[in-house]
């Protein structure tokens, strides 16, 4: 299906565009901590993020990692925008703790049906 003949390209408005972050935490109450953070940093090491971020073609923010990226990946503005790119990009504000609740309910409602 997707050799269909169909380029689909992305891009970044001039205007800018929501910026995102994948994270991993730790919960409080985890049952196996040092496991937890023995496993993070593995995966923060800068030749295992190299590595995820040329196998799946995604950014990472650990720059010591950027010698160790591959051309095609650390050379895609579309990975790796260029600063004046970057600096029109925004994150979204976090919702108030009302909102958060309303938004929590209608998510819930879409969800269940209900």
Same mark, same amino acid.
């Given at each position: &299906?997707?050799? +269909?003949?169909?380029? #689909? &390209?992305?891009?970044?408005?001039? &205007? $800018?565009?929501?910026?995102?972050? !994948?994270?991993? /935490?730790?919960?409080?109450?985890?049952?196996?901590?040092?496991?937890?953070?023995?496993?993070? +940093?593995? #995966?923060?090491?800068?030749? #295992?993020?190299?590595? +995820?971020?040329? @196998?799946? =073609? @995604? /950014?990472? $923010?650990?720059?010591?990692?950027?010698?160790?990226?591959?051309? !095609?990946?650390? $050379?895609?503005?579309?990975? @790796?925008?260029? &600063?004046?790119?970057?600096?029109?990009? @925004?994150?979204k504000t976090? =919702?108030?703790?009302?909102?958060?609740? #309303?938004?929590?309910?209608?998510?819930?409602?879409?969800?269940? $049906?209900?």
């Amino acid at each position: &299906e997707a050799d +269909n003949g169909v380029k #689909v &390209e992305f891009s970044i408005p001039k &205007e $800018g565009a929501l910026m995102w972050f !994948d994270q991993m /935490a730790i919960p409080t109450d985890a049952p196996h901590v040092d496991n937890a953070h023995a496993f993070l +940093n593995f #995966v923060m090491d800068a030749k #295992v993020m190299a590595k +995820n971020s040329n @196998y799946v =073609y @995604y /950014a990472n $923010g650990n720059k010591a990692s950027q010698e160790f990226l591959n051309e !095609d990946v650390i $050379g895609d503005p579309a990975i @790796y925008p260029p &600063e004046e790119t970057v600096k029109t990009l @925004y994150t979204k504000t976090p =919702y108030s703790p009302k909102a958060q609740r #309303v938004v929590t309910r209608l998510w819930t409602k879409v969800k269940t $049906g209900n």
